[in-house]
Nanobody, 121 residues
Framework: QVQLVESGGGSVQAGGSLKLSCAAS????????MPWFRQAPGKEREWVAA???????SYLDSVKGRFTISLDNAKNTLYLQMDSLKPEDTAMYYC???????????????WGQGTQVTVSS
């Protein structure tokens, strides 16, 4: 059973930074993808960034150059460093876990409880 626990959310002014963490345990897939998603009020959940078990990263266009995803395998912890934050980044952020696949976004089967990020202008 995979368990994911996020932390690090909070309130910050536009232009500020936050670093989210996701403590993971119980990995079940030899190859996997660990993404961050977010969901703002009244909007659909969207994928923000992802890293796979080989260290390959990918980002939503709107966060490229501002957000950095990383995975510390020794600590079993996923991170999302968010810089130059904008009010439109305000959302609940979730880490997740999926088997490695070209269609991993449809295969996410474990989610964290979420951590709130609020960016004021």
């Amino acid at each position: 059973q995979v368990q994911l626990v996020e932390s690090g959310g909070g309130s910050v002014q536009a232009g500020g930074s936050l670093k989210l963490s996701c403590a993971a345990s119980g990995y079940t897939y030899r190859r996997y993808v660990m993404p961050w998603f977010r969901q703002a009020p009244g909007k659909e959940r969207e994928w923000v960034a992802a890293i796979d078990s080989e260290g390959k990263t990918s980002y939503l266009d709107s966060v490229k150059g501002r957000f950095t995803i990383s995975l510390d395998n020794a600590k079993n912890t996923l991170y999302l460093q968010m810089d130059s934050l904008k009010p439109e980044d305000t959302a609940m952020y979730y880490c997740a876990y999926a088997p490695y696949s070209g269609s991993w976004k449809q295969l996410v089967d474990y989610w964290g409880q979420g951590t709130q990020v609020t960016v004021s202008s």
